[in-house]
């Protein structure tokens, strides 16, 4: 193997959970039905259906991109917009896939601080131009948690964004590509954090949190379900070994290892953040809320960092300033000697 990737680039740089590796091998042998008719398939559906303490429906995904597009698909016809914030992960990484499956259906983006769509404007944007034939009409909202900025929607946001859709007629998704960081950032139960608070899909994350490769969509909306069906398939995502997307997610929820994992990936930011924070001429955006932590960097300190083979993105937005991503792989030490390279440039004259 060549050298392996250091630093903090993403959560999907980190390999799979021991335990999920272990359940795919456990159901490799001898025949399953297929295309989610399968054991463990019905297993995952009512062990969601426990987590979120309500009737609803679930169908696996192999990537984030298509359970959100799938969803906004739902919840929009070719005529309607979609509005999000001007960073979510929908509008800038997934190549326009919101847009294709939904048949043309247009992103509205709106602004906010962390990432997090603004009441007011989204408010604004939502009665823009209703009924008017020459208009896209809103209809539905996304929110992302936690947000491309690392920040992690409260309970409170949450709600106004569902009262808000409530009022105005939309649907509301939530992108939980890190639904389980947020979750044990806030310390709430599922239900509260989505369908008491009116959100009616949700793509539930678990590939950056221990998976190879599964999300599920969770749709709280049962209304949608039948169409939804047909629209995975003919997106060419209903997989028909689905058993192996099922024992990953059956896994992952088994003995909370995604609360674990999570727990770990946030407490090895919060290291990250709080040493980072402490050398000369860094400082963070904002406090470490979950798994993501923005800072800025002098130029000779992330530079030297790059040279010494350590990985992180630089925003795009705002130059100087890096995200570091940890997961439920990351380590102590790791963290430890990307720290001590750190403290060592931030102490040179650069
Ligand atoms: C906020 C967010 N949503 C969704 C995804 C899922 O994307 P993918 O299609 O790569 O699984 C990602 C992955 O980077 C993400 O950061």
């Known amino acids: 193997m060549s050298d392996p990737l250091r630093g903090f680039a993403s959560d999907n740089t980190a390999g799979a959970s021991p335990e999920i590796l272990a359940a795919i091998a456990a159901c490799a042998r001898g025949q399953a039905r ?22 609803l429906d679930v169908l696996l995904v192999p990537t984030g991109t298509a359970a959100n597009a799938l969803a906004l698909a739902a919840l929009s016809p070719p005529w309607g917009a979609v509005l999000c914030h001007r960073d979510a992960h929908v509008a800038n990484d997934e190549c326009g ?27 604004a944007q939502a009665i823009l131009n209703r009924g008017d034939v020459h208009a896209v009409q809103p209809s539905a909202v ?5 947000s491309e900025a690392g920040a992690v929607l409260s309970l409170d946001e949450i709600e106004a964004i569902g009262a808000l859709c409530r009022e105005l007629g939309l649907g509301l998704h939530m992108d939980g590509a890190r639904f389980a960081n947020a979750l044990v950032a806030l310390g709430c139960t599922p239900a509260e954090m989505t369908w008491r608070r009116g959100v009616s899909l949700l793509s539930f994350g678990a590939t950056k949190n221990g998976a190879l490769g599964a999300e599920a969509l969770v749709v709280f909306d049962r209304t949608l379900t039948p169409a939804l069906h047909y629209r995975r398939k003919r997106a060419g995502q209903l997989a028909s070994k689905m058993r192996f997307l099922a024992a990953q997610m059956d896994a992952y ?6 609360l674990r994992n999570a727990r770990h990936a ?26 993501i932590v923005f800072a800025r960097l002098p130029g000779h300190v992330s530079r030297g960092l790059l040279e010494r083979g350590y990985l992180f993105h630089p925003d795009r937005r705002e130059p100087g300033c890096f995200r570091f991503v940890t997961s439920f792989e990351t380590s102590t030490a790791e963290v430890e000697a990307f720290l001590a390279a750190a403290g060592g440039l931030a102490s040179s004259r650069g």
């Open 97 to 123: 896939a919101p847009e294709f499956y939904g048949a043309g259906l247009k992103l509205v983006a709106v602004g906010g601080e962390g990432a997090t769509p603004d009441l007011g404007e989204l408010r």
């Open 266 to 291: 946030n407490s090895m930011a919060a290291r990250l953040a709080d040493g980072l924070a402490r050398l000369p001429g860094v400082s963070l955006r904002r406090p470490a809320e979950a798994n």
């Open 142 to 146: 996304t929110v992302t948690q936690i």
């Open 253 to 258: 929820l088994e003995g909370d290892l995604w």
């Open 34 to 55: 297929p295309y989610g008719d399968d054991e463990l398939t019905g297993r995952v559906a009512r062990r969601l259906q426990d987590l979120f303490e309500c009737e």
